[in-house]
Nanobody, 115 residues
Framework: QVQVVESGGGLVQSGGSLRLSCTAS????????VGWYRQPPGKERELVAH???????NYAGFAKGRFIISRANAKKTVYLQMNSLEPEDTAIYYC?????????WGQGTQVTVAS
């Protein structure tokens, strides 16, 4: 069973940066498509950014130009570099790894942006 663990969240001032990490278990990490999602307080979960096994990326509109998703297969890790953070980015950030029957979610990491 694939397990996913997020880390790197915390409290940051508006305009600041954070780098989130998503580490997944299993021997086939390089085949996983990985997405970062977030759930702001009182709202639905939404896609932030996604990277395919081939390294193709796509971003939600609010993330374009501010966030960068990247993967390091040797470390079984996908990163989300978040810059120019705003209070509206406050949310629990989740990582999802998918490949065929694999559909694994982590427990999430809290990101709080203070104004």
């Amino acid at each position: 069973q694939v397990q996913v663990v997020e880390s790197g969240g915390g409290l940051v001032q508006s305009g600041g940066s954070l780098r989130l990490s998503c580490t997944a278990s299993g021997n086939f990490f390089s085949t996983y498509a990985v997405g970062w999602y977030r759930q702001p307080p009182g709202k639905e979960r939404e896609l932030v950014a996604h990277v395919t096994s081939g390294g193709e990326t796509n971003y939600a509109g609010f993330a374009k130009g501010r966030f960068i998703i990247s993967r390091a297969n040797a470390k079984k890790t996908v990163y989300l570099q978040m810059n120019s953070l705003e209070p509206e980015d406050t949310a629990i950030y989740y990582c999802n790894a998918r490949f065929r029957v694999v559909d694994a979610w982590g427990q999430g990491t809290q990101v709080t942006v203070a104004s």
